[in-house]
C-alpha cells in the first residue's frame, strides 16, 4: 500500500495548475492521484516521487491521497488559496503626485502582499478585511491597472486614472490697470493637457510656453486683489493675488 510522507508545495492558488511534488514509498504500477475527490494528472518519478498537478479547488485544505490496487494512502493536506479579485477603486482617479488614498473592493483581499499601480508598488496598503484595502497611491501619468497580489496568486486589473492638478508659485507682473489688456507670465508647474486661466471668475486667453509658464492677457476687471487660477483635468490649483490698479 502506498504512503505519503509530503508534499510540496502545501498549498497554491484554487485555478489549480501547481505542481506538486508528492514523496513517500510504494509509488509503482497503475494508481490515481486525487486531491480531495479530484483525480489529476501526474508522473511517476520514481518508488518514492510523484509530481502532480493540482486540479482546480474550492478555497480551503484538502487532502492528498494516492490509490493502488492495493488500496489508497494516507492523506497529507493541501491548501487551495483565494485568488484575488477586484471590483473597483474609489476614487478612481488623483493627482500625477500620488499621495491619493483610494479604497479597492472586492473578494479573496485577505493576505495581500503587494498592490500596483501598473508596475510600481503603491506608496503604502492596509488591508482592512477580506473584501477592502486601502492604498495610497504612488507617482505616475495616464492610465494605469491596479493589481492585488498574495499568496494565491495576482488579482484582476482594475482602472486608475492620473490627473493634473496644476500649481502656481509666482506672477509677473503681479498688477495692472482695470482695463486688463496687459500680458501675465505664469510661473509654476503641471502646466499639461486642458488648461483654463481664470482671473478671479473670469476666464482669459493665454499661451503655455512649457509645463512650467503661461503666459495670459489680464482681463478688464473691478480695481482690487483677485486670485489667478489655473485648472487642469484633475482640479484647480492654488491661488496668487493679483491686483487691479486704477489707472
Do not use: C, K
Not at 475527490?37 to 478555497?59: E, K, L, N, W
Not at 471668475?201 to 493665454?206: E, L, P, V
Not at 478688464?220 to 496668487?240: D, E, F, M, P
Amino acid at each position: 500500500m502506498p504512503t505519503i510522507t509530503s508534499v510540496s508545495p502545501t498549498s497554491g492558488p484554487e485555478t489549480g495548475g501547481t505542481t506538486v511534488t508528492i514523496t513517500g514509498t510504494g509509488f509503482s504500477g497503475p494508481m490515481t492521484v486525487r486531491f480531495g475527490g479530484t483525480a489529476t494528472t501526474f508522473t511517476i518519478d520514481s518508488p518514492t516521487q510523484i509530481t502532480a498537478v493540482a486540479p482546480t479547488g474550492s478555497v480551503g485544505p484538502v487532502q492528498v491521497t494516492v490509490s493502488t490496487s492495493e488500496g489508497v494512502s494516507n492523506g497529507v493536506s493541501y491548501t487551495y488559496l483565494a485568488v484575488p479579485a477586484l471590483n473597483g477603486v474609489t476614487p478612481a482617479q488623483g493627482t500625477t503626485v500620488g499621495g491619493t488614498t483610494v479604497t479597492l473592493t472586492g473578494t479573496g483581499l485577505t493576505g495581500a502582499t503587494a498592490v500596483n499601480f501598473g508596475a510600481t508598488p503603491a506608496a503604502s496598503f492596509t488591508v482592512d478585511s477580506e473584501t477592502q484595502i486601502t492604498a495610497v497611491t504612488p507617482a505616475g501619468t495616464g492610465i494605469e491597472s491596479i493589481t492585488v497580489s498574495g499568496p494565491g496568486g495576482t488579482s484582476n486589473p482594475v482602472t486608475y486614472t492620473y490627473v493634473v492638478v496644476p500649481i502656481l508659485t509666482s506672477l509677473s507682473p503681479a498688477s495692472g490697470p482695470a482695463a486688463g489688456g496687459n500680458s501675465v507670465v505664469i510661473s509654476g508647474a503641471r502646466f499639461e493637457g486642458p488648461l483654463t486661466v481664470r482671473f478671479g471668475s473670469t476666464a482669459t486667453t493665454f499661451t503655455v510656453d512649457s509645463p512650467s509658464q503661461i503666459t495670459a492677457v489680464a482681463p478688464a476687471g473691478a480695481a482690487g486683489t483677485v486670485q489667478v487660477t489655473v485648472t487642469g483635468s484633475g482640479g484647480i490649483s492654488n491661488g496668487i493675488s493679483y491686483t487691479y490698479t486704477y489707472a
